[in-house]
């Protein structure tokens, strides 16, 4: 892949990338849509699957991740997509003759806070493998989506502080009919967790309603009890955090306005949901 992209390079042809974890759904596939619109049709597309262990810590969901490259696969040549880049572990993590991998990348400011509070060694795994990415395929431009929105803030840090010559676009959140954030790991919600698991975008339609009706901006903590006991009227939602915070430096806020942003986690059943919302 990196010859590839050193010959793209010379040849003047910029490329788009879309890094993802695979099991592509529509989201995926509207974020290699805006890949496209940024590089033109002169330019090269290239999507990368790869579920990367340094980002799940040792109780989360690593060897049940849902994996179907073959589909895949199928999705992106229906979209166009130019390049597949599906690489193995022992690609991304070589091992030198102590069996070791040492070297990682950790942003310190904006990764601190919600996901990187609730999983501590979460970021360092993603500013890692995405610099190892950005290396490998010399991305114009790279596309992230909403949905993720600490990550790609996290990612866009990272681009800026260690002179990465990309692009990052960040893609609006794709939705179901229903409002649910379209995920990968929406295929764990059997039966009628996948009804409970609204609770995450009624969520943040209630904290809107609740500034609609107001004259002044209202307390995080009392927003953040009232959520708590709203999520867990569900028989089988567990909130893991619920976060306002001003969407540019990601420092919480005492008091929630409109122009905050508010990010959520809820464990439904067993499966860990994350989404967020400007107020």
Not at 34 to 48: L, M
Not at 66 to 86: K, M, N, S, T, Y
Request: charged fraction near 25%; hydrophobic fraction near 40%; aromatic fraction near 8%.
């Amino acid at each position: 892949m990196q010859r590839l992209a050193r010959c793209w390079q010379a040849a003047g042809l910029r490329v788009g990338f879309v890094p993802t974890m695979g099991y592509l759904h529509a989201g995926h596939l509207s974020l290699v849509r805006r890949a496209r619109q940024a590089v033109g049709k002169q330019g090269k597309v290239v999507v990368s699957i790869y579920v990367n262990p340094t980002q799940f810590g040792p109780r989360e969901d690593l060897s049940q991740y849902p994996r179907d490259l073959a589909r895949d696969a199928a999705l992106c040549r229906e979209e166009g997509v130019d390049v597949i880049f599906a690489p193995g572990d022992e690609e991304m993590y070589p091992r030198d003759s102590d069996g070791a991998f040492s070297t990682f990348v950790v942003e310190e400011a904006l990764s601190r806070g919600m996901e990187g509070e609730s999983r501590p060694t979460h970021f360092r795994g993603v500013t890692t493998v995405v610099a190892k990415l950005f290396n490998i395929v010399q991305p114009w431009v790279a596309v992230f989506g909403a949905k993720d929105y600490q990550q790609a803030a996290v990612v866009k840090r990272m681009v800026h502080d260690l002179n990465f010559p990309t692009k990052v676009l960040v893609a609006p959140t794709f939705r179901e009919p229903d409002g649910l954030a379209m995920s990968s790991r929406n295929k764990y919600l059997a039966g009628d967790l996948r009804s409970q698991a609204l609770v995450l975008w009624r969520s943040i339609q209630t904290v809107r309603e609740e500034l609609d009706k107001s004259s002044k901006p209202i307390s995080a903590n009392r927003l953040k009890a009232k959520l708590k006991r709203f999520i867990e009227r569900e028989p089988e939602a567990r909130l893991d955090y619920v976060e306002f915070f001003d969407p540019i430096t990601l420092v919480a806020v005492p008091q929630v306005s409109h122009g905050t942003q508010v990010a959520l986690a809820v464990f439904i059943g067993s499966t860990r949901l994350i989404d967020n919302g400007l107020l």
